[in-house]
């Protein structure tokens, strides 16, 4: 069992969780969590989670109780482990400081030394590190890189889980800001929200290298791809992909992004076709099967800052 730190939208976090698991394997721990009941979990195909994380010890108790059972528990576990860890702690759902987090990463610490195995504590700024720190610090990727998610609930139930990773700011930034091509204009649709938007299809996914070839098979068409930001997102899932817009400005745009994207990032999926059309009158006709339909419709007038009340009248008029 696993479970997932949502993001800012925790009601669109869930949604992505229960479309790609069932709504059988997935339920609410928490306002800001979810379990995912699930044999493999996937996290880096996730757009609406910040976390995740393996469940080992599920619990009542106060953060006293919980803070000698990590040290209990990770003094026996790490008693002869032969390399240096590093250990983040990150707390969700507790009324404590984040002295108190330090002061168990110290407790544990202390034991560790005695046996001469040495731990890095992550500090914290707050009860919970910040994705970034995370992320920075490789919590989670490696057996010697470890973050612990601790989190109560409402009712006092707390699980403890290894974290198998924290969402890549530095991809998405990428993706986001250093692409060759972008237009305010015509909005800047946040990458994160696009891969949530293609994993809202339920289409399989590619969760690991076998299974990217059938993967590819399925297609993905944006019919108002605009920059390309959800074909980007569905090539990188490994999905083939088919993009129109109604100006040929921006299919050339979606082009140059495309092209870079996949110079700084593996891709499996392919382009079949990138074209102006007009998407009230155009025919599509692919050489293959367009499984889903994935777009940012019309959303009205763009503002540069916000309107005056006469104005949003007229608009909406």
Known sequence: MFIAILGRQ?????AELERLYGSDCTRWFSDHTMLVESDAFDFNRLGGSLKAGRVILQMNGNWQTISRTIVDHYAKQWY???HKITLGISAYGFRISPRDI?????LLKKQLQRRSISL???????????TAASHHNKLGLSPHKVELLIVRN???????????GAQNISALAARDQARPRTDAFVGMLPPKLARMMVNFTGLPGKFNDSAAESTSRLCILDPFCGTGTVLQ??????????????????IDYTTENLSWLRQKFRTTGEVIALQQADATTFQWRPS???DAVVC????????SAPPRPEKLREVAG
């Open 10 to 14: 925790p009601t669109l976090g869930a």
């Open 80 to 82: 002869d482990i032969p």
């Open 102 to 106: 330090q002061k168990t990463g110290l």
């Open 120 to 130: 890095r504590l992550i500090p914290n700024a707050e009860p919970a590190l910040n």
């Open 154 to 164: 409402a009712s006092g139930r707390v699980i403890i889980a290894e974290s198998i």
């Open 233 to 250: 997102e569905a090539l990188l899932s490994g999905y083939s992909i088919i993009g129109t817009d109604l100006s040929q400005k921006m």
């Open 288 to 290: 293959r099967a367009i």
């Open 296 to 303: 940012e419709t019309y959303l009205g007038q763009p503002f």
